[in-house]
């Protein structure tokens, strides 16, 4: 059971680039979340999604773009990338039931020099 | 607005001694709060939540709504138990999981 699994797990970019990161779960959870990890700040929460078809803003969604054109699948663009968004990136998913656990990724590393 | 604050970025604490990780939320609604754990090169998953008043792995926390905290306590500390904790909280009935800013627990042997 590959659980929630992050495609890719490091990348390099320059500034101005665009990428997208790919987040798959196998567990037909109706929730997605992508968050950022910087050192003293914690997970921030830049997009999310409650079903296929949906997508919602977190904390942190300036410079991000994100789809979820399948359940399985929540995805984060990055349409021009900035030294700013050099960061540890984690996709999880979870049911929409109260005090559910939510799955996380395995994390992506971007640095955009 | 939700906030999740931890106040400590490092703890540090000699293996059999009793630690506690300090945590601290505002939501205007009832709460619902979790720890999760991030072991070194390990995914972050759950550790326990307030609802399940269980303990895991010898940890414990117990919501206290009069203080807003949610800390998380262990009698004695394991080298194992090394690793970055964050606290987090989500709203009933809401759809997002906001997360502190984590301690990173060190156990000194």
């Known amino acids: 059971n590959a659980g929630v699994t992050q495609t890719p797990k490091f990348r390099v970019l320059k500034t101005g680039q665009s990428m997208t990161l790919l987040c798959a779960q196998d567990?037909?959870?109706?929730?997605m979340y992508w968050y950022r990890q910087d050192p003293g700040m914690g997970l921030r929460l830049i997009h999310y999604?409650?079903?296929?078809?949906?997508?919602a803003k977190g904390e942190v969604p300036d410079g991000y773009n994100v789809s979820r054109l399948k359940k399985q699948n929540f995805l984060l663009g990055l349409e021009s990338a900035a030294p700013s968004q050099t960061s540890v990136y984690f996709c999880?998913?979870?049911?929409?039931?109260?005090?559910?656990?939510?799955?996380f990724g395995q994390g992506t590393r971007l640095t955009v020099v | 607005a939700q906030r999740v604050t931890q106040p400590e970025k490092l703890l540090s604490v000699f293996k059999g001694a009793p630690v506690e990780l300090k945590c601290n939320y505002s939501?205007?609604?009832?709460?619902?709060l979790f720890w999760y754990v991030q072991y070194s090169r390990q995914r972050l998953q759950l550790l326990l939540r307030?609802?399940s008043r269980e303990s895991i792995k010898g940890f414990t926390a117990d919501l206290n709504k009069g203080e807003t905290s949610f800390h998380l306590k262990k009698p004695f500390a394991q080298e194992e138990d090394s690793a970055m904790y964050y606290c987090?909280?989500?709203?009933?009935?809401?759809?997002?999981?906001?997360f502190g800013t984590g301690t990173r627990l060190t156990v000194i042997p």
């Open positions: 567990m037909n959870h109706e929730y």
């Open positions: 307030h609802i």
């Open positions: 999880a998913s979870s049911r929409p039931r109260t005090n559910t656990e939510a799955f």
């Open positions: 987090a909280l989500s709203g009933t009935g809401a759809n997002n999981l906001f």
């Open positions: 999604s409650v079903g296929e078809g949906t997508t």
């Open positions: 939501y205007s609604g009832s709460p619902e």
